[in-house]
């Protein structure tokens, strides 16, 4: 009889001390150590390589993407983009349907000076490595003039692009054309304001439905209501310096907020709705860190101490088995 309770034992303890699936799903604290992205201006995670998130510097880099592996915070790859002369000032990164990455060469620090500005576009890899990859360059002007932006989304399900300006009185959403044209220029037209905040980078929910605008210190949340945007909740952000990206987890069920900097951390927060915790709390950290420890710890303590009720029941089953055997 004691075989039967051996195999059961082992079965629950796998079970008991089987690291969580969202451990490896890129959703946990990280540090950007490659010394070369001291500026990372924005993030996008990979839907083809689950828990690697896309980022870029902010200027003075060259047409670099570096795909970065949360589990360890290193670069696993380093793209080259080819076809789109020496970017200017590159301020955002976003996923679009089959897998295209799209990267904002969008920012303006004359406060709106240059004409137009480019968005980039070229494909994700399916295997992760060094080289180059040719993108296509889309030129872009408003048709309110010329104004500074690091805010780009594309719609998971349409492709349609948009970007948010950046002003401190609090800017707007800019709806590109449904399809970007190569030649000639792409006019993005205001379609919905964004007031109270100074946008730094924006999200939109892998279905579509949600949409995400940061600022240095705080985030807004809306419903995306096909562009016209109903404002949900305020959000609190983790503090991380000089916060400049944040991007929805693969799943959706966290925003990842990043910043700029020499090993720069991203840190997680429930999205709204999500069933986490209040996310409108304003507490500005995860709920890891709410447990007293990071999601690590935590997985940890729960592990051992469902490893201990196993191992009480197989105590007393086996004296249990040992009685009836008398």
Not at 71 to 96: K, L, N, Q, Y
Not at 160 to 165: A, N, P, S
Not at 232 to 247: A, H, N, W
């Amino acid at each position: 009889m004691r075989r039967p309770f051996a195999l059961l034992a082992a079965a629950l303890l796998t079970g008991a001390l089987t690291v969580p699936a969202s451990a490896a799903d890129g959703d946990e604290k990280f540090t950007i150590k490659d010394p070369r992205i001291t500026e990372s201006s924005g993030l996008a995670a990979s839907r083809q390589h689950p828990g690697i998130y896309w980022t870029h510097n902010d200027s003075d880099d060259g047409a670099y993407l570096y795909a970065v592996d949360s589990a360890t915070g290193e670069t696993v790859a380093t793209i080259t983009m080819s076809g789109v002369g020496s970017p200017r000032d590159v301020e955002a990164i976003s996923i679009g349907p089959d897998d295209q990455i799209y990267v904002g060469d969008i920012g303006d620090n004359l406060g709106g000076t240059w004409p137009y500005v480019w968005i980039y576009r070229l494909p994700e890899p399916k295997k992760l490595r060094d080289e180059t990859i040719k993108a296509t360059q889309y030129v872009v002007k408003y048709s309110d003039g010329a104004r500074n932006a690091e805010s780009l989304v594309v719609h998971p399900k349409t492709g349609r692009v948009y970007i948010v300006d950046k002003n401190e009185k609090g800017g707007h959403l800019y709806e590109g054309p449904a399809r970007l044209s190569p030649s000639g220029a792409n006019v993005f037209r205001p379609i919905a304001a964004v007031p109270d905040l100074e946008a730094t980078d924006a999200a939109l929910s892998p279905d579509g439905e949600h949409l995400v605008v940061r600022s240095y210190f705080g985030a807004i949340a809306y419903d995306w209501n096909g562009g016209k945007i109903k404002k949900k909740e305020r959000l609190g952000v983790p503090f991380l310096g000089q916060g400049e990206s944040v991007t929805y987890t693969a799943d959706g069920k966290k925003l990842m907020y990043g910043a700029e900097g020499a090993d720069s951390p991203v840190e997680p927060q429930d999205a709204p709705g999500s069933g986490g915790s209040d996310s409108s709390s304003g507490s500005g950290s995860s709920t890891a860190s709410e447990g007293g420890g990071d999601g690590l710890n935590g997985n940890l303590k729960t592990g051992a101490i469902a490893a201990g009720a196993v191992v009480v029941v197989v105590v007393l089953a086996l004296r249990g088995s040992r009685r009836r055997r008398r």
